[in-house]
């Protein structure tokens, strides 16, 4: 049986020649350690270069995880932003 793996919430961040992007993502736990350089894979193309400021401290299972899409489309249909939002 393969190990459960759970997930933290982190801040991260990448330096681009414009100054820094910085996100929140939830990322498998070994590799949610502070200063850890990691890629982040986005629509099957993988990203690299991520650096972590921190991570959080609850831990959830990958089916416990949020998924954003869902909740952001739930969102704007419920107000009405749907309509007006760009496709995409």
């Known amino acids: 049986m393969a190990r459960e793996v759970f997930y933290r919430q982190c801040r991260l961040v990448k330096r681009v020649g414009t100054g820094e ?9 070994p590799y949610a350690t502070a200063g850890r350089v990691v890629k982040l894979r986005e629509n099957g193309a993988w990203d690299d270069g991520w650096v972590v400021l921190g991570a959080g401290t609850r831990r959830l299972r990958a089916d416990e995880v949020p998924d954003f899409h869902v909740l952001s489309k ?5 107000t009405g932003d749907a309509e007006t939002a760009p496709k995409g």
């Open 74 to 78: 739930s969102h704007l249909r419920a």
């Open 21 to 29: 992007l910085v996100l929140v993502s939830w990322i498998p736990e």
